[in-house]
């Protein structure tokens, strides 16, 4: 077995394989570049080498610095882990020709699959159904149109290299295969070094459902079930499952069967993933092969009880695989959310900055749930712009799929992220989401069920009722406190009442609070009460309570007569009075918010790449006005209506910080 493997990468999936080496008994090596020099995966690594700057093509993917950090070390193999080099065959071979063993399959195997052109030919030949699309290299943006509108709108544009939804647009008219063109060539170019695109039909309500392969050097080919990849915004998974609620045994054998024989059929080794569409008839079409470790593979390791990681590991060291297809049990259900720095209050941009607050729910394993958080990142770390911004990835385990669902709510709900905008309120949203619930889902679940992009959530009645329950108890609790502050004039003592109104979420309730050693009885005024206990005390940001003999986590701030409570995707203001504060706040007037209707503000922190139109440009609803790059992608800014441009205050080459003002509308 090695002795020494270097992993070529950085973040969440560096630090997931150093967990498993470790457990192995093999030593780590890290790379890291200047922006990475305190990172989590630098601190785990036994050693660690710098190899550059904080972008990408100067330090993560280029070859020869990788090779460099190689020798320095004595490394015997190399996990690349997804992304950079991960795909990459002059990489392969580069290491094939030092002599170091690659985590991962032949040179020939990535050079034939792991090419999404190639890969879409071999499968043709192979008689596996595939989405037409053009396979040919694309000459430029009219090129690409001319290739679009043959194969009939809507098409997907994507970088051949491509992978994680970079390099990926959806067009569906002329102009946005042209837009969609330059973009996707632009961030295929800087992503993966290789600005090949190519063109296919983009097919409506499709499922997208993976087979996880594993083959050996010996002949030996397994798979280990699916993993149901439909819940994506942008063609970049959000949520995972494994199983999928969708198939049937007879679909998933055929579809593993003919995954491990296009495997086969192209000599592979290690851990590969096998892409299909899957159509509301279980009919399935080859999308593509990932010749790599997939960011989701977690959920199959909790179904199957299999470390790919430690299975690549002894593959590469030239060992037969130890298990058989029969050995292949899928047990229970595993859910994956991916806990990105983006904003989805607005739109999903990038977020970057420093954690001030990042605290995971506990990882554990019980008799009837697992609770497992990927992640790369720690308290006081900063989220940079120059890669991905995926800060966690957070997975349960249960028997069944509706009790891995509700400890994934409890999981989201209790994790504590502070400093950075994030996607937590919209996983939970999911979550609770009666269509995702019922596994009624499909690749378009996010468009079509969000179409106006998502702007939090409204708690239903009943919810709405337990965390009024909740707050006002909370709230006396705190009051109670406040009156044995120190320094209190004699012969004064502040009485805290029983009867409060708590106002959320537009709704006002009249309580009444009965309180003993043991816990409170919160009493609504039409009769209906709930019974609370909790260690919970004035100060900790995340309070446990039990409501009726069920879990609720809420995550609290203190502000100005109440709390800010944030529960289930929901980020509520929650106002306690006592009934004569109650009386007075209704005649409050209420703050409205600035107009920037005339302007358009940067939405994430961003570098200007590229200004559309000038000073007195008269500009239509839709029309493209400015390119902002962020996170290696780039985000084009559009007209929300018609106007004429009065003044631009940002210039190609300009980086902003987020709500700066780029430009003014009369």
């Given at each position: 077995?090695?002795?020494?493997?270097?992993?070529?990468?950085?973040?969440?999936?560096?630090?997931?394989?150093?967990?498993?080496?470790?457990?192995?008994?093999?030593?780590?090596?890290?790379?890291?570049?200047?922006?990475?020099?305190?990172?989590?995966?630098?601190?785990?690594?036994?050693?660690?080498?710098?190899?550059?700057?904080?972008?990408?093509?100067?330090s993560y993917i280029v070859i020869d610095k990788v090779m460099d950090a190689i020798?320095?070390?004595?490394?015997?193999?190399?996990?690349?882990?997804?992304?950079?080099?991960?795909?990459?065959?002059?990489?392969?071979?580069?290491?094939?020709?030092?002599?170091?063993?690659?985590?991962?399959?032949?040179?020939?195997?990535?050079?034939?699959?792991?090419?999404?052109?190639?890969?879409?030919?071999?499968?043709?030949?192979?008689?596996?159904?595939?989405?037409?699309?053009?396979?040919?290299?694309?000459?430029?943006?009219?090129?690409?149109?001319?290739?679009?509108?043959?194969?009939?709108?809507?098409?997907?544009?994507?970088?051949?290299?491509?992978?994680?939804?970079?390099?990926?647009?959806?067009?569906?008219?002329?102009?946005?295969?042209?837009?969609?063109?330059?973009?996707?060539?632009?961030?295929?170019?800087?992503?993966?070094?290789?600005?090949?695109?190519?063109?296919?039909?983009?097919?409506?309500?499709?499922?997208?459902?993976?087979?996880?392969?594993?083959?050996?050097?010996?002949?030996?080919?397994?798979?280990?079930?699916?993993?149901?990849?439909?819940?994506?915004?942008?063609?970049?998974?959000?949520?995972?499952?494994?199983?999928?609620?969708?198939?049937?045994?007879?679909?998933?054998?055929?579809?593993?069967?003919?995954?491990?024989?296009l495997a086969q059929a192209v000599g592979y080794t290690s851990a590969g993933t096998?892409?299909?569409?899957?159509?509301?008839?279980?009919?399935?079409?080859?999308?593509?092969?990932?010749?790599?470790?997939?960011?989701?593979?977690?959920?199959?390791?909790?179904?199957?009880?299999?470390?790919?990681?430690?299975?690549?590991?002894?593959?590469?060291?030239?060992?037969?695989?130890?298990?058989?297809?029969?050995?292949?049990?899928?047990?229970?259900?595993?859910?994956?959310?991916?806990?990105?720095?983006?904003?989805?209050?607005?739109?999903?941009?990038?977020?970057?900055?420093?954690?001030?607050?990042?605290?995971?729910?506990?990882?554990?394993?019980?008799?009837?749930?697992?609770?497992?958080?990927?992640?790369?990142?720690?308290?006081?770390?900063?989220?940079?712009?120059?890669?991905?911004?995926?800060?966690?990835?957070?997975?349960?385990?249960?028997?069944?799929?509706?009790?891995?669902?509700?400890?994934?709510?409890?999981?989201?709900?209790?994790?504590?992220?502070?400093?950075?905008?994030?996607?937590?309120?919209?996983?939970?949203?999911?979550?609770?989401?009666?269509?995702?619930?019922?596994?009624?889902?499909?690749?378009?679940?996010?468009?079509?069920?969000?179409?106006?992009?998502?702007?939090?959530?409204?708690?239903?009645?009943?919810?709405?009722?337990?965390?009024?329950?909740?707050?006002?108890?909370?709230?006396?609790?705190?009051?109670?406190?406040?009156?044995?502050?120190?320094?209190?004039?004699?012969?004064?003592?502040?009485?805290?009442?029983?009867?409060?109104?708590?106002?959320?979420?537009?709704?006002?309730?009249?309580?009444?609070?009965?309180?003993?050693?043991?816990?409170?009885?919160?009493?609504?005024?039409?009769?209906?009460?709930?019974?609370?206990?909790?260690?919970?005390?004035?100060?900790?940001?995340?309070?446990?309570?039990?409501?009726?003999?069920?879990?609720?986590?809420?995550?609290?701030?203190?502000?100005?007569?109440?709390?800010?409570?944030?529960?289930?995707?929901?980020?509520?203001?929650?106002?306690?009075?006592?009934?004569?504060?109650?009386?007075?706040?209704?005649?409050?007037?209420?703050?409205?918010?600035?107009?920037?209707?005339?302007?358009?503000?940067?939405?994430?922190?961003?570098?200007?790449?590229?200004?559309?139109?000038?000073?007195?440009?008269?500009?239509?609803?839709?029309?493209?006005?400015?390119?902002?790059?962020?996170?290696?992608?780039?985000?084009?800014?559009?007209?929300?209506?018609?106007?004429?441009?009065?003044?631009?205050?940002?210039?190609?080459?300009?980086?902003?910080?987020?709500?700066?003002?780029?430009?003014?509308?009369?």
């Open positions: 077995m090695f002795k020494k493997i270097l992993i070529a990468n950085r973040g969440e999936i560096a630090c997931r394989v150093i967990k498993t080496a470790r457990k192995m008994g093999i030593q780590t090596v890290a790379i890291y570049s200047d922006a990475d020099k305190n990172a989590l995966h630098v601190s785990m690594a036994d050693e660690a080498v710098h190899i550059g700057p904080p972008p990408a093509n100067q020798r320095q070390t004595g490394a015997e193999a190399v996990h690349p882990g997804y992304g950079f080099l991960s795909e990459n065959p002059k990489f392969a071979d580069a290491l094939a020709k030092a002599g170091v063993a690659f985590i991962g399959p032949p040179k020939g195997a990535i050079e034939a699959m792991g090419d999404k052109i190639t890969s879409k030919k071999l499968a043709q030949e192979a008689k596996v159904s595939t989405v037409p699309g053009y396979m040919g290299l694309i000459d430029d943006a009219e090129h690409a149109v001319k290739i679009s509108g043959e194969i009939g709108y809507p098409v997907m544009i994507k970088a051949s290299a491509g992978g994680g939804g970079k390099g990926m647009r959806i067009a569906w008219n002329d102009q946005e295969a042209r837009e969609g063109f330059e973009s996707s060539k632009n961030e295929a170019a800087n992503s993966f070094g290789d600005d090949r695109i190519f063109i296919e039909k983009f097919v409506t309500q499709p499922r997208h459902i993976e087979i996880q392969v594993l083959c050996d050097a010996h002949g030996n080919g397994i798979y280990l079930g699916e993993r149901e990849c439909s819940i994506q915004r942008r063609n970049q998974k959000v949520i995972e499952e494994a199983p999928s609620p969708f198939l049937d045994a007879a679909t998933r054998k055929a579809m593993g069967e003919q995954a491990v024989a096998v892409e299909f569409i899957v159509d509301g008839n279980r009919n399935f079409y080859f999308l593509e092969m990932n010749t790599r470790l997939q960011v989701e593979h977690p959920v199959t390791e909790l179904i199957t009880g299999v470390d790919l990681v430690e299975q690549m590991i002894r593959v590469a060291n030239g060992e037969p695989l130890s298990i058989t297809q029969k050995d292949v049990k899928l047990n229970g259900w595993a859910m994956e959310c991916r806990l990105y720095a983006e904003d989805p209050y607005r739109n999903f941009l990038p977020s970057i900055g420093r954690l001030t607050r990042y605290r995971p729910p506990v990882e554990e394993v019980r008799a009837n749930a697992v609770i497992r958080n990927d992640t790369g990142v720690y308290e006081g770390g900063e989220i940079s712009m120059y890669y991905d911004p995926m800060i966690a990835k957070l997975c349960t385990w249960a028997p069944t799929r509706a009790e891995a669902i509700e400890e994934m709510r409890i999981a989201l709900d209790t994790f504590e992220v502070e400093g950075i905008g994030h996607n937590l309120p919209f996983l939970s949203a999911v979550m609770d989401h009666p269509k995702f619930a019922a596994g009624d889902i499909t690749t378009a679940f996010i468009a079509e069920e969000y179409p106006e992009g998502f702007d939090g959530v409204s708690l239903p009645m009943d919810a709405l009722r337990r965390v009024a329950a909740a707050a006002a108890a909370m709230f006396r609790v705190a009051e109670i406190r406040r009156t044995r502050v120190s320094g209190r004039m004699d012969n004064h003592e502040r009485k805290v009442g029983r009867n409060w109104v708590v106002n959320l979420q537009g709704e006002s309730f009249a309580v009444t609070i009965d309180a003993d050693p043991d816990g409170s009885t919160v009493t609504f005024a039409d009769g209906a009460s709930h019974r609370l206990t909790s260690t919970w005390v004035p100060g900790q940001p995340l309070a446990r309570i039990d409501i009726d003999g069920e879990p609720l986590v809420l995550k609290v701030g203190k502000v100005s007569g109440g709390f800010r409570i944030r529960t289930r995707g929901a980020d509520i203001k929650v106002n306690v009075y006592t009934p004569r504060q109650a009386e007075l706040a209704k005649l409050m007037p209420e703050k409205l918010p600035p107009d920037t209707s005339k302007l358009l503000l940067c939405p994430m922190p961003g570098l200007i790449v590229k200004v559309n139109v000038a000073v007195g440009d008269e500009v239509q609803d839709g029309q493209a006005l400015c390119t902002v790059e962020a996170m290696k992608m780039e985000n084009i800014l559009r007209a929300e209506r018609k106007g004429i441009v009065a003044k631009i205050n940002a210039a190609p080459g300009d980086s902003l910080a987020v709500d700066e003002v780029i430009m003014e509308f009369e």
